[in-house]
Structures are given as structure tokens and as C-alpha cells.
């Protein structure tokens, strides 16, 4: 069954989650309490992903098997209606059964009714042929056609009945065909009624089956889902822990622009919530996509960044360090834009003037870049955060980086 195919799946799949838990105990401690973090917090990355794909293949199994339940409780069903309808179908059978036996029961107490009389008048009718009242009965008739009425009454009376009850025989005879007929039928129906109570009981077992599956799938999804919470739990204490050393870091000036990419990403993800500000100001225009001040229903292009005001001439910093891939100025406006590179990670500075960087130098996090610009909308940094993945950039929410 392809539920119980999913279930063993699904076992492997968790066999993997614990795999890397039981290798870790036999794993040596590292001396770089930060570097045994990263490695901690990478073993707890797979875990957490490989317990989300379990789940994920058990709630597909989940609705396979609510699927095949279903369909297993619809057949029952319908078998059932079948059943009852075999039932109703005998329950006619029989009653015509029960009709036509009656009616036999009554042509055979006529039947013996016109036999006794039959008997009755041909004992008479020897009899009265014997004796002289016969013969009397016989010369007092007042014509020869009245003598021969009288002569054959008798035997008259007898064909009758004999006619009578050769009827009777005939048609008990019809009737009993008839109540085989109908006993044939009604054991074909009680045969097939038979094998539809197999059918149901058999479906029966495959409902129990799938239910006792499922049961156990929604037992362990909430086991798995337990332990995703404590490991997301876990993982959520550990990166405070991260962060906690790499803002000591950043407070402390420590150059963390050189060394390899990987390690520049992962640093700048556990800094999350703890960046500082490019500057010093007020947002004014949130990230996404925002509706009109003024103009009802009217939604404003979305805002890929934040929008900081400034007082005028403000010094702009680096929010992390990395390395100055880019500085772009503007043909007509003049507006420049510088963008750093952290690994997977980017930080672009729109609208600034006087720029103390230049592209290709490796700079510190809090590190002076750049002013920013005077414009006619007055002094607004526009800050913008992006993730590259394959060729792909996703643009974040800055105000989910920065210290609050």
C-alpha cells in the first residue's frame, strides 16, 4: 500500500534527523569557543532541515492516507447500501415465498376437503346401488331422460370433483415451481449478500490499518515537531551567543572585512538586530509596499530599503565589514551610491555626496564612507540590504538588521 510505503519513508528520514546527534557525542571539543558555535550551529541547521523535511513527508503521507481513508470509508459505505438492498430484496423474496406457500396450504386443505367429499359420495353411491331404495328411486322417475339424469347424477358429482382436484394438483404444482424459482433467487442474493459482508469485512480491516498509521504519523509529527521547537529554541540561544561575541567584536573594532566569504556571511547573519546605523536620524519611509498619505487607495512603488532623514551633511558608516565593490554616481543628478560587499550579503548607500572610500578597499564595520547628499528633499539616506542566492537577489528589510 503506498501509505505504508510513505511510512517507512518517513522512518528513514528520521534516522538521518538523529544520525548526526549520536556523532556528535563521540565529536571532539573545539578550543575556539566561537568556531565550536558556528559548528554547533551548522549541525543544528541540518537538524532543523532535515526534521522540516520529515515533516514535510509525513503531512504528504498524512494526506495520502487521508486520501486512501476516504476512499476505503466510501466503498464501505456503498457496499453497505448494497448489502441493504440485497436485504430488502430477500425480505420480497420471502414474503412472495411465504404468499404462495399460503395459498398451496389452502388449495391443499381444499384439495382434502373435495377428496373427503369425493370419498364420501362414492361410498354412497356403491352403496345405494345395492339396495332396492336405489332401484325405487331410479322407477319413480316420471320420464327415461329424468331415469338417466338420475343414473349419472352421482357419477356427475363425482367427475366434478375429480376435475376439482386435478385443478388444485395442477396449480400447487405451478406454485411449488414457482416458490423454487423464487427460493433460487433468494439464495443467489443471500450468496452474493455473503460475499459484499466479506468485501466490508475485509475493508474493514484495511479503515483499521490505515487509521492505526495515521495515528501513529500524527504521533510522531507532534513528537517531531517538539523537538523542532526545542532545536529552533536552541538555535535561537545559540546565535544570541554568536551575536553576542561578534558585537563585541564590532564594539571593539576588531577588522572583520578580511577573511574568507563564507565566514564574512555567517558572521553578518548571526549580527542580525545588532548592526549599527549608517546614520544618525529618523526613518521616514518604511520597507514594501506602502499606500498614498493623501490619495485614497492609491499604493506608492515599493520601497526596497529604508529611508533615513539626516541632518545636513551627515557622515555615513559602514554597517559591517566588507569589501567597496561598487561606487556609482549619477550622470544628471550627481547622486552617488556606494555598495559593500559582505559575502552573500550587501549593504547599498544611496544619495551621498563626499565619499571617502574607494571601489576594492576591505573597510571596517562603523568605518566613515561617505556624507549625505543635500537634495531638495532635504538630507535622506536611502539604505538597502540584499542576499544574493545563485543569481538571484533578494532584498531584505533593513530595520530587521539594525541595532534597536
Same mark, same amino acid.
Given at each position: ?69 476516504? !476512499? ?46 369425493? @370419498?364420501?359420495?362414492?361410498?354412497? *353411491? *356403491? ?25 349419472? *347424477?352421482?357419477?356427475?358429482?363425482? *367427475? ?13 404444482? !405451478? ?37 492505526? %498509521? !495515521? ?68 526613518? %521616514? ?86 556624507? %549625505? @547628499? ?6 535622506? !539616506? ?23
Amino acid at each position: 500500500m503506498i501509505l505504508f510505503r510513505r511510512y517507512k519513508k518517513c522512518i528513514l528520514l528520521l534516522s538521518l534527523v538523529f544520525l548526526p546527534a549520536i556523532s556528535c557525542l563521540y565529536a571532539q571539543p573545539l578550543n575556539n569557543p566561537k568556531e565550536n558555535l558556528s559548528n554547533e550551529r551548522k549541525q543544528f541547521e541540518q537538524d532543523i532541515a532535515l526534521i522540516e523535511k520529515s515533516l514535510k513527508s509525513i503531512e504528504s503521507s498524512q494526506i495520502a492516507g487521508l486520501n486512501e481513508l476516504t !476512499l476505503i470509508e466510501a466503498k464501505i459505505k456503498q457496499r453497505r447500501r448494497l448489502v441493504n438492498n440485497i436485504d430488502k430484496q430477500i425480505d420480497t423474496l420471502q414474503k412472495e415465498i411465504n404468499e404462495k406457500q399460503q395459498t398451496i396450504k389452502m388449495l391443499q386443505d381444499e384439495l382434502k376437503r373435495i377428496k373427503e367429499s369425493y @370419498a364420501s359420495l362414492l361410498v354412497q *353411491y *356403491y352403496n345405494m346401488r345395492n339396495k332396492e331404495d336405489w332401484m325405487m328411486y331410479i322407477m319413480a322417475s316420471e320420464s327415461v331422460a329424468q331415469a338417466y339424469k338420475r343414473t349419472r *347424477y352421482f357419477r356427475d358429482i363425482l *367427475y366434478l370433483l375429480q376435475a376439482q382436484a386435478n385443478e388444485i394438483i395442477t396449480m400447487s404444482n !405451478l406454485l411449488n415451481n414457482e416458490i423454487t424459482d423464487v427460493a433460487r433467487k433468494q439464495q443467489r442474493l443471500e450468496d452474493d449478500k455473503t460475499d459484499k459482508d466479506k468485501e466490508v469485512n475485509n475493508l474493514e480491516t484495511e479503515e483499521k490499518k490505515s487509521k492505526t %498509521v !495515521l495515528s501513529n504519523l500524527q504521533r510522531k509529527e507532534a513528537k517531531l515537531r517538539k523537538e523542532l521547537q526545542e532545536k529552533k529554541e536552541s538555535f535561537d540561544q545559540l546565535n544570541k551567543s554568536l551575536s553576542s561575541i561578534y558585537r563585541n567584536e564590532l564594539e571593539s573594532g576588531m577588522d572583520i572585512s578580511a577573511g574568507d566569504m563564507p565566514l564574512i556571511t555567517e558572521r553578518f547573519e548571526a549580527s542580525k538586530g545588532y548592526l549599527p546605523w549608517p546614520a544618525i536620524g529618523t526613518i %521616514v519611509s518604511k520597507f514594501g509596499k506602502h499606500l498614498h498619505p493623501y490619495y485614497e487607495n492609491i499604493e506608492l512603488p515599493e520601497n526596497k530599503g529604508i529611508d533615513i532623514q539626516t541632518a545636513k551633511n551627515a557622515e555615513v558608516y559602514a554597517i559591517f565589514g566588507g569589501k567597496v565593490t561598487q561606487i556609482i554616481e549619477m550622470p544628471k543628478t550627481g547622486e552617488k551610491t556606494i555598495i559593500i560587499r559582505h559575502g552573500a550579503y550587501t549593504s547599498v548607500y544611496f544619495r551621498v555626496d563626499k565619499i571617502f572610500v574607494k571601489k576594492g578597499d576591505d573597510i571596517k564595520s562603523r568605518q566613515r564612507i561617505a556624507t %549625505v @547628499a543635500n537634495t531638495s528633499e532635504g538630507s535622506v !539616506l536611502h539604505l538597502e540590504i540584499r542576499k544574493t542566492s545563485g543569481k538571484r537577489n533578494m532584498e531584505l528589510n533593513p530595520e530587521h538588521w539594525l541595532l534597536k
